[in-house]
């Protein structure tokens, strides 16, 4: 997973890629906010040691890893580790944090004039793009996940607030409107399992084109729904 966007949880705010100067209708990146030098390190100290516990947790078990062993391996005390992350379960659930963290930045970067659709579309495709770049990683923390219901339970214990984030993303882009909220909640929830669906299938089927992926499963539900809607 790309680590581009701060982490939203802590003492970073959201940050929207470089604007490129969309036409009317696209999804393009958003204005660039430098981050400080003091923000750049302690983003670049806690992927270290996110990418440390996942090598521990792939070698040796979510379960039987502790805490100490992540700092030691790390190169780093106790102290230091819970400056930040409060638990290891907190560090499992980075990934899905900064994932929603993109993704509503990917939202909001696409232009005003972009259709809800469109901004669903690309916004998902860019950061799951991502995620299938660097495939040896993906699969690795994947892997972690499907081994360690405790793990899995730890990075779903933040589930709620990402879908808020991005939720709140989309009701941005939403016309006002009684059902505009739970729309947005409907969105993100749709968005966030989409991209997990489709980025686990390109890798189980080695298949590459992953915008042709999901325009495939957006088709096959929406071929559903209107089967259901015709009775059939």
């Known amino acids: 997973m790309d680590t581009s966007c701060p982490y939203w949880y802590s003492e970073f705010q959201v940050r929207a890629p470089l604007r490129l100067n969309p036409t009317p209708g696209e999804c393009r990146p958003g204005s660039a906010v430098l981050p400080s030098l003091k923000e750049r390190k302690s983003r670049a100290v806690r992927e270290s040691i ?7 947790f792939a ?3 979510y379960d039987e890893t502790t805490v ?8 780093i005390s106790l102290r230091s580790f819970f400056r930040y992350f409060t638990s290891k379960g907190d560090l499992m ?13 990917a939202i909001d970067a696409c232009a005003p004039g972009a259709s809800v659709r469109a901004a669903f579309r690309e916004s998902i495709s860019r950061i799951a793009q991502q995620g299938l770049a660097d ?4 699969r690795k923390h994947l892997d972690i996940l499907s081994r360690s219901p405790a793990a899995a339970a730890a990075e779903m214990s933040r589930l709620s607030e990402v ?5 709140q993303a989309y009701e941005r882009r939403l016309p006002e409107g009684s059902e505009r909220e739970l729309a947005a909640r ?4 749709v968005s966030l399992h989409l991209t997990g669906v489709a980025v686990r299938w390109c890798l189980e089927h080695r298949e590459c084109d992953l915008p042709a992926t999901m325009d495939r499963a957006l088709a096959g539900l929406e071929a559903l729904f209107c089967r259901g809607t015709h009775g059939r």
């Open 186 to 189: 409907a969105l993100a929830g």
């Open 59 to 61: 070698v040796n078990g």
């Open 93 to 105: 659930a980075y990934a899905l944090l900064l994932y929603g963290n993109q993704l509503a930045a």
């Open 50 to 56: 996110w990418n440390v516990a996942m090598d521990l």
């Open 68 to 75: 100490e062993d992540i700092a030691r391996a790390a190169g």
């Open 135 to 138: 495939e040896a990683r993906t």
């Open 163 to 167: 879908q808020a984030l991005v939720a």
